[in-house]
């Protein structure tokens, strides 16, 4: 019994709540006008131009580089297709869009030094600073790599 009070208590609480929100929003929406040539001024404050649009965004994608903050590393094998492949096709995109990338051997470092999380060549590791923010294990293409370089930023009119 004590368990149905409560939760009838806590029924009509919320249905008081509801209905209250419901009553303010109703008087809000009654007071003003269906249009902006129909809304008052409020005294001593300046006239806003007829003339004036809101700004528009842009939809074209632009992207602002944060320059020697973002580095990307690329651990390549011997005698590897895919390592080949991406130091002739999308190392060069990278070097154009101004990417400070370093490539790594594996072969010409020590096992100790290498990376703990490689488990395949080519890895591509991007860091912000000094610390890791993605990794790629496998071959990548450059635009996905540079989505994590840059930053987007959006453009108004």
């Given at each position: 019994m004590r368990h149905r009070l409560i939760t009838m208590a806590g029924?009509?609480?919320?249905?008081?709540?509801?209905?209250?929100?419901?009553?303010?929003?109703?008087s809000i929406e009654a007071a003003h006008p269906n249009g902006p040539d129909t809304w008052a001024q409020p005294k001593g404050l300046a006239q806003v131009d007829r003339a004036w649009q809101p700004m528009d965004y842009i939809d074209t994608p632009t992207y602002a580089n944060v320059k020697n903050e973002y580095r990307v590393e690329v651990w390549v094998g011997q005698r590897c297709h895919w390592c080949d492949k991406f130091k002739r096709r999308e190392l060069p995109k990278l070097k154009k869009a101004g990417v400070r990338v370093e490539v790594k051997e594996t072969w010409k470092v020590p096992r100790s030094e290498r990376p703990k999380d490689m488990r395949v060549v080519p890895m591509i590791k991007v860091y912000r600073r000094s610390k890791c923010i993605k990794t790629f294990h496998g071959y990548e293409k450059a635009e996905t790599i540079l989505t994590h370089v840059k930053h987007r930023v959006v453009l108004m009119r």
């Open positions: 029924f009509a609480y919320v249905t008081y709540a509801i209905l209250t929100a419901y009553t303010a929003l109703a």
